[in-house]
């Protein structure tokens, strides 16, 4: 059986924990199981992070859409150039257009 040597499994274990930590969830405040966010979207939410071994506990939300604006922030938009360079087109019809005879013998 071919072992992996303590010293790598640790460095691997540190960099996932270390990937891990601060990493939030949002969990409801309700009686019962919380299985799905979507159940009581007006119920408030605990948001936890992650420190590497357990959940602690770092805000209160009012409910599942302020709990996912935290979580999910927008991303920042790219603004695309007003005129951006664009090939120019040669002669001819369409995408796939065959060279004439006179642009055979050139090449």
């Known amino acids: 059986m071919d072992e992996e040597p ?3 499994w640790a460095r691997r274990r540190e ?4 990937h891990s930590k ?8 309700t009686k019962g199981s919380h299985r799905g966010a979507h159940i009581e979207p007006d119920a408030p939410r605990l948001i ?3 420190d590497g071994t357990q959940w ?3 805000g209160l939300v009012d ?3 302020a709990a996912k604006a935290l979580l999910y922030p927008p991303q920042p ?4 150039p007003v005129e951006w360079d664009r090939p120019a087109l040669g002669k001819g019809r369409g995408r796939h ?3 004439s005879p006179a642009d055979e013998r050139d090449a």
């Open 77 to 80: 938009v790219e603004e695309k």
């Open 48 to 50: 936890e992070e992650w």
């Open 15 to 18: 960099e996932r924990r270390a």
């Open 63 to 65: 409910d599942l859409a």
């Open 6 to 8: 303590l010293e790598e």
């Open 97 to 99: 257009r065959k060279p």
């Open 22 to 29: 601060g990493k939030l969830r949002a969990v409801p405040l």
């Open 56 to 58: 602690v506990a770092v």
